[in-house]
Nanobody
Framework: QVQLQASGGGLVQAGGSLRLSCAAS??????YGWFRQAPGKEREFVAV????????YYAAAVKGRFTISRDGAKNTVYLQMNSLKPEDTAEYYC?????????????????WGQGTLVTVSS
């Protein structure tokens, strides 16, 4: 089994930056992803990194602004968020897919951490 603990959310002004962390315990999974969910909206894919940390993929809405990475030694996944916009405001969740590589859909993920709230003011 895998446990995930997300942290790092907070309140920032538009144009600012935040770094989210997801500390994982248990076995290494094939993919680690970040999703977000705004009020009244479905949870959507943000970014994914492979278990090796060698490959990444981003949703179009965040490409060029967000960076996902993984520190294998610490078993921690990060999401560096730059140039934040009010539309980035959401509850952010980290997730892990045990067998699926580079998964971008919710159904592919087996484990989920608690959400951490990111609020971007205008």
């Amino acid at each position: 089994q895998v446990q995930l603990q997300a942290s790092g959310g907070g309140l920032v002004q538009a144009g600012g930056s935040l770094r989210l962390s997801c500390a994982a315990s248990g076995h290494t999974c094939s993919s680690y992803g970040w999703f977000r969910q705004a009020p009244g909206k479905e949870r959507e894919f943000v970014a994914v990194v492979t278990g090796s940390g060698g490959s990444t993929y981003y949703a179009a809405a965040v490409k060029g602004r967000f960076t996902i990475s993984r520190d294998g030694a610490k078993n921690t996944v990060y999401l560096q968020m730059n140039s934040l916009k009010p539309e980035d405001t959401a509850e952010y969740y980290c997730a892990a897919a045990r067998l699926t590589w580079g998964a971008t859909t919710r159904s592919a993920y087996d484990y989920w951490g608690q959400g951490t709230l990111v609020t971007v003011s205008s």
